[in-house]
C-alpha cells in the first residue's frame, strides 16, 4: 500500500482514539502546567513509544483473526464477556466516586520513563488498535504486511504525540473544561461498554 495512506490512516486513528479525554491526557494538560510543555513533551514521548507497539501489536491480531475467521465468534462472545465486566467496572468507580481527585505528581527528570510507564497502563489501546485496523481491513482501506503496519505505526505515533502535545500547549485553558468531562467519563464508558456488549452478543446470536 501506498506509504502515505498507511500513515494517514494511522495518523487519523491514534488521533480519534486520543482525543477522548482519559488520564493520559488529564496528565499532559496538568503536568504542562505544574513543570512546563519541554517536560510535557518528554512525557508525551513516552506515551508515543509504547502507542507505536501497541498499534504493531493491534495490526498483527487483525491480521491473525481476519485470516482465521472460524476464531472471530469465540472471541467475540469473550470480547463481548471482558466489554460487561468493564462497563460494571466503569458503573462503580462512577458511582463510587468521592470528587476531589489527587493530582498525579512526575518528577520532571523522569518524565519519559513516566510515560512510558502511564501508557502502558492503558490497556484499552491495543483492543483499540485491533478493532480499528479490522474495520479498515474489512473495508479494503488497509492490507496487512509488515511494511504497511510499520506505516501505520508511525502515522499513528506522529498522530498521538501531536493531539497530545496540543493538549499541553493550550492546557491552562482546557484544564477545567477536561475535567468536567472526565468526571462524567466513567458513566459514559459504562454506558458505550455495555451498549457494544450487548450489540454484540445480539449480532452473534442473530446469525
Do not use: W
Amino acid at each position: 500500500m501506498n506509504f502515505f495512506v498507511c500513515l494517514g490512516l494511522g495518523f487519523i486513528v491514534a488521533t480519534s482514539g486520543s482525543i477522548v479525554p482519559s488520564y493520559l491526557n488529564l496528565t499532559v494538560v496538568k503536568y504542562s502546567l505544574k513543570s512546563g510543555k519541554i517536560a510535557a513533551f518528554f512525557l508525551i514521548g513516552g506515551f508515543a513509544t509504547v502507542l507505536f507497539f501497541q498499534a504493531n501489536i493491534g495490526a498483527y491480531f487483525s491480521d491473525v483473526l481476519m485470516k482465521n475467521s472460524e476464531y472471530i465468534t469465540f472471541i467475540q462472545k469473550i470480547g463481548s464477556v471482558i466489554l460487561m465486566l468493564l462497563s460494571i467496572n466503569f458503573f462503580r468507580l462512577h458511582f463510587n466516586s468521592k470528587g476531589g481527585k489527587k493530582k498525579i505528581e512526575i518528577k520532571k527528570s523522569k518524565a519519559y520513563l513516566s510515560g512510558i510507564g502511564l501508557s502502558l497502563l492503558n490497556t484499552i489501546a491495543i483492543p483499540f488498535y485491533f478493532t480499528s485496523i479490522s474495520l479498515l481491513i474489512s473495508l479494503n482501506y488497509f492490507e496487512y504486511s509488515l511494511q504497511n503496519s510499520l506505516y501505520f505505526s508511525i502515522g499513528s505515533t506522529l498522530g498521538s504525540f501531536t493531539l497530545y502535545a496540543l493538549y499541553a500547549i493550550v492546557a491552562n485553558k482546557i484544564e477545567h473544561k477536561l475535567n468536567a468531562i472526565a468526571d462524567k467519563m466513567n458513566l459514559i464508558l459504562g454506558c458505550l461498554t455495555a451498549m457494544v456488549s450487548i450489540i454484540n452478543l445480539i449480532s452473534i446470536y442473530v446469525r
